[in-house]
């Protein structure tokens, strides 16, 4: 049983749309959500937190819905820097242990 | 801007040998992180350490690994006897309480020939 779930995509998608990702986590015990990007090769970086009252940095939003056990990340206007990989991230414990999605591919066309 | 650094870069191993990965975290994090990404696939924890012992470790940090911290400073990640299957990007990543955020090393990347 995957503990984290993502669409592995790719998602391509020209520039200047609108694209959604979801995720779904597993263990209802779960504390704190992310959403972390990966370049080919790259380490992964944190992008933003995502809240229970759900928050907004620039063209990014993430939306957590504990009941269902679901996040979602929005990009609006896509740029063709944000083609990466996007990866959900649980956090489980005290101990900040992550637990992460197999991630989403993105690729914005041109 | 503070950050965590990694060596080496690529490490190039025979079956059965071991390696000494190092990390250099950033200063004042307490917490320290170890997580492997295999080729194509998702980044699985290893192990967390704190307080100069392991705190949590998974079912893929077996005997033939481990950790430490000798001086204060670097943390390493010893693979006593390699295998195939431990090739794979090794990343390390520190946290303080407080922070949102684990800050990850740009990674080592170990092939086992």
């Known amino acids: 049983r995957k503990e984290v779930e993502q669409d592995p995509g790719p998602f391509n998608v020209p520039e200047g749309a609108t694209v959604a990702f979801n995720c779904t986590y597993s263990?209802?015990?779960?504390?704190?959500f992310f959403w972390y990007r990966q370049d080919c090769r790259k380490e992964p970086k944190l992008l933003m937190s995502?809240?229970?009252?759900?928050n907004e940095d620039g063209r990014f939003t993430a939306q957590l819905n504990r009941a269902s056990q679901y996040i979602s990340l929005l990009i609006r206007d896509s740029k063709l820097s944000d083609s990466a990989t996007y990866l959900c991230?649980?956090?489980?414990?005290?101990?900040?242990?992550?637990?992460w999605g197999a991630g989403t591919k993105l690729i914005i066309k041109p | 801007e503070p950050e965590v650094t990694q060596t080496p870069s690529h490490q190039v191993t025979q079956m059965g040998q071991e390696v000494i990965l190092r990390c250099v975290p950033i200063?004042?994090?307490?917490?320290f992180y170890w997580y492997r990404q295999i080729l194509g696939q998702k980044v699985e924890f290893l192990v967390s350490?704190?307080?100069?012992?392991?705190?949590?470790k998974s079912e893929i940090f077996d005997d033939q690994f481990s950790v430490e911290r000798p001086d204060g400073s670097n943390f390493t990640l010893k693979i006593r006897s390699t295998k195939l299957e431990d090739s794979a990007m090794y990343f390390c990543a520190g946290w303080t309480s407080g922070d949102d955020e684990q800050y990850f090393g740009p990674g080592t990347r170990l092939t086992v020939t």
């Open positions: 350490f704190y307080n100069n012992e392991i705190s949590e």
């Open positions: 200063s004042n994090h307490l917490y």
């Open positions: 991230v649980v956090n489980l414990d005290s101990n900040y242990q992550l637990i």
């Open positions: 995502v809240y229970s009252s759900g």
């Open positions: 263990n209802s015990a779960s504390q704190s």
